[in-house]
Every structure is written in C-alpha cells, then in structure tokens.
C-alpha cells in the first residue's frame, strides 16, 4: 500500500494518523523532495509510521532531513513519549549511546597549520587511537570508572582534562544527573573501562577544518568563528563497545519483560526491534539510568580528546593552547533520550524526548542554554561526510515548537557500508583526498578481518572506503532543507584540510 503523504508546506510532511489503526499520532517528515525520494527507498517512512505507535507518543513521530532505515527507530528520528506514562526506547536511542560532536576553534589560521599538518595529524593518531577495540591514554580502575559514568566532563576536569568553561558548554553541562552505574551489567563495564578517550570505527573521526563561508556574521562571531580561514577541529564519537553492550542487554531484558504486557506484546509483534518499556517500570527506569551514565561516559570521552587536542596542538605549533585559543565552541549528543519539559497543545508536559540521528536546536532565549549562547540560541553542529563541507547552524523558535528543539545531526548513509566496499577502495579514496589538499591519517586492517567473510576482496584502508562521501546524501541538500523547513538556521561551513578515522 502506497504510503500517503500530505504536505504541510515546503520540505515538511505528514503522514495522517488514519493511515495505519496502530497510530496514536501522525507521522512528520522533514525533508526537500530529492531527500524524500531517497527515503521511500527504504524503510524510513514506515519506521517512522510504526514509532506513532508507542504508548505515551505525543504530537507526531518525526524524521529529519538526513533520515535513512536504522534499527527500530529511523536514524534521524525523533519521539517524545510523557514521561509519566509513556515508554521508553532502546531503539529510539541507539546502539552507540550519546554519540555526539563538538566543534573546537582557534585563532591559528591555515597557512600556519599547513606545514605541522602531517606532524599533527600523527600526533592527534597517538593520543587518540581510532578503531574497533583499541585502549584510550587513561587507565581507569573500577571505582573511577564508577565516577566517570557519574561525573562525566566533570570529571574530566576535575582531574586535569579540561578547562572550566568546556563543561558549560557542552550539553547539559557534560553530565546527566539521573546516572546510575549500578545499572550496568558487567561485561559492558569490563569493555568500557580501557576506551575513554578514543574514537572508535565507522563513521567517527576527527578532523581539522578551515572556516570556509560565513553565513550570518554576527551569530558566528557569539560562538567564535570570525573568517574565512580560521582552524577549527571537529570531534564525533560517542560510547564506543560500552554502549553497545549496555544497549544490547537492556534490548534482550525488554523484548522478555514485554511478552508479559498485551499492549507492549502487540508492538513487538508490529515491529521487535521497537522494544520498549514504561518509565513507570522499574525495567524502564533502570534502563533509563543506565543510558545517562553512558552518555556521561561518552560525554568525557569527547572531553578527553579535546585535551589531548589541545596538547599535540601545544606540543607540535609549540604554543600555549591558551595562547591559540583552543577553545570548546560546543558539543552536543545526537543519540540520546533526554527528560525535558515541552509545550504540547498548550499545556506544559515533562517528556521523554528520544534523538536517534538527530540533535537537539534549542533558539535564542531558552533558559535551558548556558549563559554564554542565551541571547543567541544553541550552536547546531550538522557534519559532512569525508571530504564535504561540516556545517555550524542555530536553533530555531519554529524547531522548539514543531521537533521539540531538534534537528538533523549529519549528512545521513544512502549506500551501504558493504555496497561501498565492493564500490571503492581505501587507497583510491586517500589518492582522490591528497589531490583535493585534504590529508587522511588511518588505521590500517588486518588480513584477518572479518569483513572477508562477506565476499569483499581485503583491503588495507576498508574504513575509508565504507565511509567515501559518496555513501552519503549531500550535506548542502540535508543543511538547505533544515533551514527550508524552518527547523535551523545555517551560520558557517567549514572544510577539511585534515582527516583521521578509524
């Protein structure tokens, strides 16, 4: 049955809540019609139809610009759920727990960083190794990492791994206060302790940037970005295996609880990777515990590696970071449940507002901002795929209001990671890179890898290859139509000149 769609008004669309008997609200897409087209290739739009599903939903289920199939939830969706009675969901969280992004910025300018490029990019692999499995700089034992799940980028700079100003300006200040390591079972400890401070695989990198386009002068000058041509570093990563494991214990422990429930039973029967359980539930509520201390746990594993940012830059350019300015301009989660209080018809409502693939965009005035942004509203980081632009955008009152403050966190997949790989190789990809003036720092594979086992001939640099920017929408299109819909305003693009993965 083809999915009807009604426009409400450019790159915004709704699925009536009529479609489908199982809908409790309808279903919002916001999309430019090209991002759309992508969308109905796979199953974007019935994931997000089956999201109006969850007891508790209000408003609508939505999709940002950048949505693609994911697991349960699209990857760029979004769901508020009360919080009193509604559920909660792994699957509308993700895998990978507070995945996120900061933007860091500089006074230095590129013709000063291009000579150390090479010597940076080294030195930045070192301090923070990239790829599945490795092991960070700090060594917790089991009671810091208890203080660590507890304490986030506090933490972190309570012993020495950070400036006081990085935390206000990171979301929710770095730290979730609902945490609770005793939540977390075992295994996922023993894989999380040794990997603060790293990037992991996939889609996570670092790179360095230069401001390439201003947009809105005096928005970007509030967060610090003056001109063209001004360094700036952009850090994704998140959880890492420890998230994962956390995840995947609590999907297992829901999908048995839920069996016991008709109203819950009937939504594993729609969908199963939909598993979800009350707040109300002490099932819930342990797993909503245990998801903030995974995200203070990533929220300190960004924090760390902007310090060890700030000492490879001090140790190679041969200045104080104080000096260069080597300064937090913002971090922000992108797979996340958070409580918050929202306007709904009127009446103000505490909920569950789940962020998979998406970020939140708070505008100007909300008191939920730090200090420094108020006046200006949140700094809304969109990143490129390799070799594309990263963008900086700002929260919007029609956002706050529609998407409960959200919006698209990146350039979203299209292509598969297997179909990349049969596609391109890593090394054609650094060649095309190195002719753009971008230099790429990355691991190399085992022959032991066990992507071999899909049939795809071995290949040292398979990381970039699963992640060529072809594999992705544009950034430019996802970025124009957040702006076309109202739901972030762009203020500067930047380009890389650096890029490490795992």
Not at 363 to 381: I, K, S
């Amino acid at each position: 049955m083809e999915i009807p769609l009604n426009k409400i008004r450019d790159d915004v669309w709704e699925v009536p809540q009529t479609f489908k008997e199982y809908m409790r609200v309808p279903a919002r897409i916001y999309a430019a019609e090209t991002l759309l087209a992508k969308m109905k290739k796979d199953l974007t739009l019935q994931q997000t139809i089956n999201v109006a599903s969850l007891p508790g939903i209000v408003k609508y289920s939505m999709v940002m610009p950048d949505g693609h199939q994911g697991y349960g939830f699209p990857i760029g969706g979004v769901a508020a759920t009360d919080f009193e009675t509604g559920v909660i969901s792994p699957g509308g969280v993700g895998y990978d727990i507070n995945c996120g992004v900061r933007l860091i910025r500089t006074n230095l300018k590129e013709e000063e960083v291009r000579p150390h490029l090479k010597e940076l990019l080294d030195g930045l692999f070192e301090y923070i190794p990239a790829g599945l499995g490795l092991s960070g700089k700090v060594k917790l034992t089991d009671n810091q990492l208890d203080e660590v799940l507890l304490g986030g980028s506090e933490w972190c700079i309570e012993n020495g791994y950070g400036w006081e100003e990085d935390a206000e300006r990171t979301e929710e200040g770095g730290r979730l206060k609902a945490a609770n390591p005793a939540r977390i079972d075992m295994k996922s400890r023993k894989r999380g302790a040794p990997q603060l401070g790293t990037l992991g695989s996939g889609n996570h990198f670092l790179e360095v940037q230069v401001v390439d386009e201003i947009f809105d002068e005096e928005t970007a000058k509030a967060f610090g970005i003056e001109e063209p041509g001004q360094v700036t570093v952009l850090i994704h990563t998140g959880g890492r295996g420890f998230s994962h494991g956390v995840c995947t214990y609590y999907l297992r422990t829901f999908e048995r609880e839920m069996n016991k429930d008709p109203t819950l039973a009937r939504i594993l029967k729609l969908e199963r990777e939909l598993a979800c359980a009350y707040l109300s539930s002490d099932t819930g509520m342990d797993y909503f515990e245990a998801m903030c201390a995974c995200a203070n746990y990533a929220f300190a594993n960004r924090q760390l590696a902007t310090h060890w940012v700030r000492k490879v830059f001090e140790d190679v350019i041969r200045r104080k970071a104080e000096e260069m300015e080597i300064q937090l301009v913002y971090d922000i989660a992108h797979n996340i449940a958070k409580e918050e209080e929202h306007d709904v018809e009127g009446k103000r409502m505490k909920l569950c507002v789940h962020r998979k693939g998406a970020t939140r965009a708070f505008p100007a005035g909300d008191e939920r901002l730090p200090q420094v942004y108020r006046a200006v509203g949140q700094p809304v980081l969109i990143p490129g795929s390799m070799g594309t632009r990263s963008f900086l955008a700002v929260g919007t009152e029609v956002a706050k209001y529609e998407t409960f403050g959200s919006c698209a966190h990146g350039s979203g997949r299209e292509m598969s990671r297997t179909a990349a790989m049969r596609k391109y190789r890593g090394n054609e990809v650094i060649a095309e890179l190195n002719r753009r003036g971008i230099m790429v720092k990355a691991r190399e594979r085992s022959k032991r890898d066990v992507r071999r086992k899909r049939g795809i001939p071995f290949d040292r640099y398979g990381e970039l290859a699963e992640e060529v920017s072809a594999a992705y929408k544009d950034p430019e299109v996802v970025v124009r139509s957040c702006e076309v819909s109202g739901i972030a305003r762009k203020v500067a693009a930047f380009r890389p000149i650096g890029v490490i993965k795992g």
